[in-house]
Nanobody, 127 residues
C-alpha cells in the first residue's frame, strides 16, 4: 500500500515558478515509479511527468518540457515537480501517482492503469 500526499499548490502569476512536493508513505519510495498528472476543469486528466525508481530516468511531455522538471529525494521519500514560467493553461489540480511498473508511465495507453493516487493540489496561474 502506498500513500501519496501532495503539497505546494497555490495561486501564482504567469511567469512565476512553483514547486510541488509528493510525500510518499511506504516502506521505501525507491520501490515505486512516481508520476505527476493534472486535470483542469472540464478537461481530461493529462500526464505531466514521471521519474523512475532510481531517479535516473524521467519523462516529460512536450507541453511542459523545458519548463518543468521532476526529481526525487529517496532519503526524504519525496518527489518534486519544479514548474517554471507558469502559464494560465497550467491551471489544474495536480496529482501525484505511483506504480511499481515503469511501463505504466512510459506508455500513454497504460497510464490510466496507474495504481496509486494522491488527492491532488490545486495550482492556479493568473494572467
Amino acid at each position: 500500500q502506498v500513500q501519496l500526499i501532495e503539497s505546494g499548490g497555490g495561486l501564482v502569476q504567469a511567469g512565476d515558478s512553483l514547486e510541488l512536493s509528493c510525500a510518499v508513505s511506504t516502506r521505501t519510495s525507491s520501490g515505486y515509479e512516481i508520476g505527476w498528472f493534472r486535470q483542469a476543469p472540464g478537461k481530461e486528466r493529462e500526464f505531466v511527468a514521471a521519474i523512475n525508481k532510481s531517479g535516473t530516468n524521467t519523462i516529460l511531455p512536450e507541453a511542459v518540457k523545458g519548463r518543468f522538471t521532476i526529481s526525487r529525494d529517496s532519503a526524504k521519500n519525496t518527489v518534486y515537480l519544479q514548474m517554471n514560467n507558469l502559464k494560465p493553461e497550467d491551471t489544474a489540480v495536480y496529482y501525484c501517482a505511483a506504480d511499481s511498473e515503469w511501463a505504466r508511465f512510459l506508455f500513454a495507453a497504460r497510464r490510466s492503469g496507474v495504481h496509486y493516487w494522491g488527492k491532488g493540489t490545486l495550482v492556479t496561474v493568473s494572467s
